[in-house]
């Protein structure tokens, strides 16, 4: 990927052309948050974590202080950042392996503890660093380095509806949304509102984005978005699932 | 300001468990994270009791996995940060303790040796020697103070803090379920009322000012994409704490100038290690003392220098071997004989080491 023509301020200029994969949904996301931190006014007391995976490519993407922590362990570094000092934002950025299987104890924990935190999940449906082993997000039937027939649900379990478990385990206060790369506007929008949350120390806010890794889909790129916008979607749904101001899940908007 | 966290120094009657509480409180420690384990559970209630009078935080968390991620993030933050745990909680300490070695992060963590290996007995142990000095994927780049009694409990938790902030390596304060349960007369102070200088913590991330605008971003990683890369950053790390290794380095001895035998021990089975000398030079055997405070870095100059001279050791231990482990290595090149007496899991007595060194010397 070239450099995006409007950059957002926060973005670190010179580690720019970043280091992910051509078509890779990772910059996509992390211009939507840099938007989103542009906007909000919030480069100076923002903290961000990134995971181990692909997201680790991060670690100097913002011009916003970083700590690139272990697999799965985002979530409760930030989550000690803030306890101790909860001036600061706190962002956790995180892959689908990080946030939903080695380190879901602390994702359900942060969430029921409602830590005043703001993690982003990108799900690709697969471990993007590793070589695209099967993730708790794969599609039924999708083929992976560790499905490599196709995920069998029967013997793998279905792909994780992460957004909606955190909207169950969550009480008032939380925010809880799934966005996608094939709707910048709109993701920046639920970052923006979920990082809004916490500055006003509301409760947890979460945030999955549906993103691309053509690398390892071995997609080009009509296939690429095609999965992404037609394939994905089946499974995952996009929208707000929760907000402070709504009720519960059912009165979430869904604009997928 | 914080009220004054201990008035005057007192004698007090306390378990371990207390003391270390009170020690953190007495260090200025800010916030302590924790999740439940036998047998340092009792850190924490003392804690969860004294902290909202001293406006201090705690926060529980869903393992030690969580414990020690979340101890980073407030010492990231710039706050004195501690957990506390022992055995299989141990285990999973040392993931976080990795990151906090290679980031130099100055977490604090009070360790209560439990019986091993596995989740085994809660009781007692000196079986997390290795666990703790060179635990995780590292290269045991930390401070490990393995404390005797309920007295150095206190003083060395405190100091546990200072080293942490001074040196800016992770610092462990290894006790065990003896030390933590038992009740023992000790003096509590304020460090400051005898002009114990307490390093002050500052921020990694979120100072003052606009990253770029005002300062440049913090960016800590712990992964290197060069082989080269890792390399250059491991030496200076190294460099560094093979630097202050000699002046954090501690031991205690007696006796050794002349003696036949020496007698090696450790945290709590040191005592009986001390007691079993003392009775035995007073039956004018010649037998010497020496116990390493530090254990991570060990005092090697000191154990070099005894191996040079004696030409056989007792090495004491509630473990198969671990503390001779580290002496043998200290003592490289020496060819004094190392007898064990391990006894892993249980207590030893001062009696049991008199009667192995009178064989010995018999
Ligand atoms: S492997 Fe996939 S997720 Fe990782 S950088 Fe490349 S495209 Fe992105």
Redesign the interface.
Known sequence: MTIQPAMPKSW?ADTKPHKFCPGCGHGLVLKALGQAIDELGI???A?FGCD?GCS?LS??F?????????HG?TN??????????P??IGIAYMGDGGGYAIGA??L??AATRNERITAILVNNTQYGMTGGQMAPTTLPGQKTETTPYGRDIEQTGHPTQGPEMVAAITKEGAYVARGTVANLRQLKNFIKKALQNQIEGNGFSFVEVLSTCPTNWRTNAKETWHFVENEMTQYFKIGEIKAPDSKGPEEGQTNG | MPSKPIQDEKRVFMTGNEVVAWAALAARA??M?GYPITPQNEIMHYWTRLAPKHDK?F?Q???E??AG??????V????K?FTATAGPGNTLMQ??MS?AEM?RLPTVVVVQQRGGPSTATVIYSQQEVMLTTFGGNGEGLRIVYSTANHQELFDYTIKAFNSAWKYRFPTFVLGDGYQAKMREPLTIYDPLDKNIELVKPE?????P?????DRP???????FSMEEELFEALQEIIGDYEKVAPEIAEYQSFGTEDADLVIIAHGVVSRAARLAVKEMQENGLKVGYFRPITLRPMPVKEIQEIASRVKRFLVVESAYGQLARLLKEAAYRSTAEMVPLYKPGVGVTAEEVVKKAKEILS
Request: aromatic share 8%; net charge neutral; hydrophobic share 35%.
């Open positions: 670190r480069q100076d007391r903290v181990i680790l670690w100097d913002f011009n916003v202080d970083t700590v690139q922590t272990h362990r409760p570094v930030i989550t000690g950042l803030k306890r101790a000092n001036d600061l104890q602390h359900v924990s | 800010d916030i994270y935080k926060l968390t869903e393992d996995l969580s991620f979340t101890t980073i993030g407030g990231l933050a710039g706050f940060a993931e976080p990151m980031m921020p990694y991330v979120g100072k000012g606009t990253p770029a605008i971003p913090t960016q800590l990683r712990n992964t």
